[in-house]
């Protein structure tokens, strides 16, 4: 996935939705940024594994699990939805209000979110996105590392994510803000290219 700025102009959702669907976009302040080439089969096998783990384990509770490409609008305040000018579709996102969600995707910030890096977005997942889900109050942001085996886990401590928490992709990693509910890291790395020694 190769990020390029669409222009230097600044966009809303209104304007978002009348793009041709044939590149993905995702829009940070207003900047557009072009998602493409789809990511390998390697970073899929992660996203849809991570996704379908949790679905499992929320099975008959309120929450929803959900994969890219899903439209996540970012209101900075009650701004009606054409007015938006965030709009972002992580790899795997959980969303616990039933009252967040409509027919185009989801309005507000979602429980979790992850992001499976690659090494054309990382800098983006890492930083823009990491700020933008912080501002915006995700409960808790994971960013997978699938060529290190490293995940990193930031939770929101009021207003802002707390200092960041490593760990080798091994064993199970329970997910706080999802009781009861943990990602099983074998059925993740069996997905990923075999470690370069």
Known sequence: MVLQRRD?????YAEYLTWPPTVRYELID??????SPAPDLAHQDAALEIAT???RQLEGKPCRVFIAPVDVRLPKAAEADEQIDTVVQPDVLVVCDPAKLDRRGVRGAPDRIVEVLAPATASHDQIQKRRVYERSGVREYWLVHPGDRV???YKLEGAAFGRPDIQVLEGETPIGVLPGVAADWAGVVRWLPALEV
């Open 30 to 35: 207003g900047g557009a940024c072009a998602l």
């Open 53 to 55: 783990q949790v679905k």
């Open 8 to 12: 230097m102009t600044l966009h809303t």
């Open 151 to 153: 995940l990193t886990v």
